[in-house]
């Protein structure tokens, strides 16, 4: 009988090392787990922090946008943009954060000096501007983007802020994604509802992307210096075209397609709209 109990005790005492000769080191599960941080552990947050919210559905046709957002997010939208954003006080814009989705034309400039264009602008015009990331990545349905992490110091209230953006191109159109907030407080706070809202953004691809469908003259790409947004005069038929790049409106004669004289505007002119009753053209510089 002693002989069994000692027998069953050297097999329990070898079956103990075994187990432990199987233990994977502590540096080798903390480098798997950092490795997942992006994936599994960031979805287990997002679903813990969005389990009471409750999402809507939105659409955005004519940039081809389709997404879901918080319904305690306030929505405001303009011709090619949308803005999501955390209220405060009713206000929005709000330090608590915000989620950006814009679209504009590339004019068949590619997508490294869209976003190289966007980190001048910033250094250039955001205070304390520092560039923390810049690397491939995806978002939504496996959409490929190049994705920039920066932050600067707000000129409002003087508060530093972390800015995330993706910047894609789709069917000749550069669509920039853009997640800002609060940097201590309210950025990494919000980022697991971020996050879902950024998963769930979907942009349809067309088969033929005809830019003379949105009565832009197909020749208008060609000739001006990376195009932004275009308006037409119905009473003369000329087109005014703002160009970002070289700070100019180009007016193009309807009739033939072609250029008949650069107007030197502010710096990077964006948006612009015509007042036919008074001949007026108003344009509107970034920043």
């Given at each position: 009988?002693?002989g069994?109990?000692?027998?069953?005790?050297?097999?329990?005492?070898?079956?103990?090392?075994?187990?432990?000769?199987?233990?994977?080191?502590?540096?080798?599960?903390?480098?798997?787990?950092?490795?997942?941080?992006?994936?599994w552990?960031?979805?287990m947050?997002?679903?813990?922090?969005?389990?009471?919210?409750?999402?809507?559905?939105?659409?955005?046709?004519?940039?081809?946008?389709?997404?879901?957002?918080?319904?305690?997010?306030?929505?405001?939208?303009?011709?090619?943009?949308?803005?999501?954003?955390?209220?405060?006080?009713?206000?929005?814009?709000?330090?608590?954060?915000?989620?950006?989705?814009?679209?504009?034309?590339?004019?068949?400039?590619?997508?490294?000096?869209?976003?190289g264009?966007?980190?001048?602008?910033?250094?250039?015009?955001l205070?304390?501007?520092?560039?923390?990331?810049?690397?491939?990545?995806?978002?939504?349905?496996?959409?490929?983007?190049h994705?920039?992490?920066?932050?600067?110091?707000?000129?409002?209230?003087?508060?530093p802020?972390?800015?995330?953006?993706?910047?894609?191109?789709?069917?000749?159109?550069?669509?920039?994604?853009?997640?800002?907030?609060?940097?201590?407080?309210?950025?990494?706070?919000?980022?697991?509802?971020?996050e879902?809202?950024?998963?769930?953004?979907?942009?349809?691809?067309?088969?033929?992307?005809?830019?003379?469908?949105?009565?832009?003259?197909?020749?208008?790409?060609?000739?001006?210096?990376?195009?932004y947004?275009?308006?037409v005069?119905?009473i003369?038929?000329?087109?005014?075209?703002?160009?970002?790049?070289?700070?100019?409106v180009?007016?193009?004669?309807?009739?033939?397609?072609?250029?008949?004289?650069?107007?030197?505007?502010?710096?990077n002119?964006?948006?612009?709209?015509?007042?036919?009753?008074?001949?007026?053209?108003?344009?509107?510089?970034?920043f």
């Amino acid at each position: 009988m002693i002989g069994l109990v000692l027998v069953a005790s050297l097999l329990l005492i070898l079956l103990m090392f075994c187990d432990i000769s199987n233990e994977v080191p502590y540096d080798r599960i903390n480098n798997k787990l950092s490795g997942r941080s992006d994936s599994w552990f960031s979805n287990m947050h997002v679903h813990q922090a969005s389990a009471s919210v409750e999402w809507l559905n939105y659409s955005k046709p004519n940039i081809q946008l389709k997404m879901q957002y918080p319904s305690d997010w306030q929505k405001v939208e303009n011709q090619n943009n949308v803005t999501l954003s955390l209220s405060q006080n009713g206000s929005l814009g709000s330090e608590k954060g915000n989620v950006s989705i814009e679209s504009y034309p590339s004019g068949n400039e590619p997508l490294e000096e869209h976003v190289g264009l966007g980190i001048l602008n910033y250094r250039k015009h955001l205070p304390n501007f520092v560039l923390n990331n810049s690397v491939t990545d995806i978002f939504g349905d496996n959409t490929t983007a190049h994705k920039i992490l920066y932050s600067y110091t707000n000129v409002d209230n003087h508060e530093p802020y972390t800015v995330t953006e993706f910047w894609t191109i789709i069917d000749g159109k550069v669509y920039l994604i853009k997640y800002q907030a609060e940097a201590t407080r309210h950025y990494s706070a919000n980022l697991p509802i971020v996050e879902k809202i950024i998963d769930s953004i979907h942009i349809e691809r067309t088969a033929i992307f005809n830019v003379t469908s949105q009565n832009y003259p197909s020749l208008a790409f060609d000739i001006t210096h990376d195009p932004y947004d275009i308006a037409v005069n119905p009473i003369n038929n000329m087109l005014y075209i703002t160009n970002l790049r070289s700070d100019k409106v180009s007016v193009m004669d309807g009739a033939t397609d072609k250029i008949l004289t650069d107007i030197k505007v502010g710096t990077n002119p964006e948006g612009i709209t015509i007042r036919s009753d008074n001949n007026m053209i108003y344009v509107a510089n970034s920043f």
